[in-house]
């Protein structure tokens, strides 16, 4: 992540346009000079600890000085999921060998921990989910990602003048490009409201203030449904995370009259590959927004079901190697780095029509996405089957409209306990990501139906399909 090429051009920006706006939440505006300031007073606190730091990913001018303060004093920073229950995230910073969890709001908690790892060079730690087994940690790579900077302000036009707006936590991968590469750029990084995430007016007034809004077809469609009036002061709308419905892509030239509109597919570990300038018209024609074409560097196959690759028309697993791509995993035993290999295998599985346009088919396994955020089934399954009082567990996903799949439990306990639904969600909550907390528990007693494999009997997924 941001590498001693993104911290001068911060400083180079800090020192040429000091008043110049970096970030704004609202009416708070911090320069670009105030930001930078900023990020010296929390040297101390960085000063205080060795090896890796955890950095709580809250969306706030202060938690993106303390990342600043971090890469300058020299940390591989770990930015967690925003709702990591508590076991789960002592056990990630364990992994990663972090020795504090540091907060942009000054809380300081040091880690009683002896595997603290030998310093590595400066660099963000990104994660997967957490719910495909354990959270996997990605080490990204940073000479990629000063490529991949120059790619997105040269491809949206940000830079100095131009606001892009960020309103997930930090921890995401789309936060490379709505507050890293802009800041990266000399522009503007609007943070939206915490409850811009889930108010659709909320976050209409957020896009309001930005030139370059990215945001999943969740918020997308949140904003068609309460958005009082077009936001023509939008001239990039980027859709991401997610498969764009064609009817909701339909939707978003009204919205935003005078955006160039995208689809931009990518996934943490390789970040963006494929990117399509969105065509209403022709999407409702056929029925799906294609990925569209490889980013300049990107190689992409597709691998059939018995490894082979697919030259024509056909479907199978994509693979992709991007110029942008992280470095690997970081090795939860031994400290090194796992590579992803290249190409990579997505898990996402697509479609070549005979012209060539690839469309999204779902995934090879058993993830879904819950508000944006993959979650494997077997792995909640997994967690729940760890209670001591569960004999049995089956966890599906049925599609929801707004939050992409809605995660249920079926749970056969032991004879005479008493755990409630409650109580188990409650465990869940500690052990898992939040959008990864089945949202129904029902207790049961008949044995729980299954395939003669031991499989699920079925699981049901969006008619849109999941992607990364």
Sequence with gaps: MPSSSFLARFSAWARHTPEAPALSAGDRV????ALGRLAAGFGRAVARTAGPVCVAPRRSPETVALVLACLAGGKQVLLPPAELGSDALVDLCGQA????????DGEFVRLARADVRPAAPPGLLLTTSGTTGPARTVVLDAAGLDRFFGWASAR????????????????FDLSLLDVWAALAAGARAELAAPEAATDGARLAEACGRADVVQLSPMHLRMLTESAA???????????TGDVLPPRLAAALPALFPRARVWNLYGCTETNDSFLAEVDAEDALTIGAVPLG?????VRATIAGEHGETVTGAGRGELLV??????RGYLDRRRGGIVPLGSPFRTGDVVERDERGRLFPRGRRDDQVKVRGVRTNLQQVEAVILRHTDVVDALVTATADPAEGHRI?????????????GLQ????????????????????????????????RRAVATSKEGTLS
């Design 293 to 297: 074409d490889p980013i300049a560097g």
């Design 156 to 171: 949206f036009g940000i830079g100095p003048g131009v606001a892009t707006l960020s309103c997930v936590p930090l921890n």
């Design 321 to 326: 190697s991007t110029p942008f791509q992280a």
């Design 424 to 455: 188990l969600r409650v465990y869940c909550r500690a052990k898992l990501p939040a959008t990864a907390v089945p949202s129904d528990v029902e207790i049961v007693e008949h044995r729980i139906g299954r395939t003669a494999n031991g499989k």
């Design 97 to 104: 060998g972090c020795s504090a969890v540091l907060a942009g």
């Design 30 to 33: 911090v320069s670009y000079a």
């Design 408 to 420: 249920s439990a079926s749970v056969r306990l032991r004879p005479r306990t008493r755990l409630t």
């Design 229 to 239: 009036r077009p936001l023509p002061g939008v001239r990039h709308a980027i859709s």
